[in-house]
């Protein structure tokens, strides 16, 4: 592994760059931008696909997202979907710039709000070829419905409301910048499964880093998350083949499913039994079952033209 900097416009990005065991500099290689969730940063989840891609001979590049951990961008700690898409489009720009990567043979592979960052990437960027998503989150629709998508659109008008109080407070009366938490601080019995589970990943010596500090500017997040739709036009626009992996159990597993029912390209989706949505970050077994779910994909979708001949 690499650590790497790219540009993207006027921000710097950090990212950690896989090489396949045996690399040659002077070799043509396929590859996979993996894309952090919501709160994580390179070293977490995203790095651990990286890693096991780069093992099945892809190069593999995980990143910062932009205002986030070791990236450049500020206000940091913004969580901007627009900005998040155009990162991954940014990850492609590097990719390409690397001799021994075939620029026909890019792929995305995004875990929770990054699989919704990769497909809305994908819809406009068609030098990636193939997409997998991970327990796949549409982060817009996810916080105006809530995590297991049983509200209307309209449930978000208070916080909205509560965004201006605090816009007007910061603006005019000095308030220190508020931040809310990508996870709960302190689960209790109304937290769902899997959000105690996000807890257990981010907060607790699982998964904890530095970098990821779970938290997000409210005000200027919450306005640009609440207006975005990861699958909007999805029927339309994306043409990639893409494999959709999710737990059986997880309570975000229906973003998964819309997500199949409304793409009409090439399309594959794989439920495993027993998982949940926080399984797929990091247990063994989970894991394991989406990387060999995901190289046979990315083989087939990313195989050479003479391959393909």
């Known amino acids: 592994m690499e650590a790497i900097t790219f540009p993207n416009g006027p921000v710097t990005m950090a990212g950690d760059l896989y090489l396949p065991a045996g690399f040659d500099p002077e070799g043509s290689y396929p590859a996979v931008v993996t894309v952090h969730p919501g709160g994580g940063v390179k070293e977490q989840t995203a790095g651990l696909y990286a890693g096991k891609l780069a093992e099945q001979g892809f190069v593999a590049l995980a990143f910062d997202a932009s205002f986030q951990g070791d990236s450049g961008g500020e206000p940091h700690h913004l969580e901007d979907p627009y900005a998040r898409v155009e990162d991954v489009r940014a990850a492609v720009d590097h990719l390409q710039s690397l001799p021994y990567v075939d620029p026909e043979r890019i792929g995305a592979l995004g875990v929770c709000a990054g699989g919704g960052y990769a497909i809305n990437a994908a819809m406009t960027d068609y030098r990636i070829k193939a997409l997998t998503t991970v327990s796949a989150v549409n982060i817009g629709t996810s916080f105006r419905r809530g995590w297991c998508g049983t509200d209307s659109d309209a449930a978000a008008a208070p916080t909205l409301k509560a965004v201006a109080q605090q816009r007007t407070a910061e603006a005019a009366q000095g308030a220190d910048p508020a931040y809310l938490p990508y996870v709960p601080a302190e689960p209790d019995e109304n937290t769902p499964r899997d959000l105690v589970e996000a807890h257990d990943y981010y907060l607790t010596p699982r998964a904890q880093h530095p970098n990821a500090k779970n938290k997000f500017l409210f005000t200027k997040s919450v306005s640009r998350i609440f207006t ?68 046979p994909f990315f083989t087939e979708h990313l195989a050479a033209a003479e391959d393909r001949a």
Do not use: N
């Open 228 to 295: 975005f739709d990861a699958f909007h036009m999805v029927e339309d626009l994306l043409t990639q083949p893409i494999l959709i992996v999710a737990g059986s159990d997880a309570g975000s597993l229906w973003m998964s499913t819309e997500l199949h029912g409304r793409t009409r390209g090439p399309k594959q989706l794989r439920i495993v039994e027993g998982g949940t949505h926080m399984d797929f970050y990091d247990i063994p077994k989970y894991v394991d079952q989406a990387v060999a779910e995901a190289v």
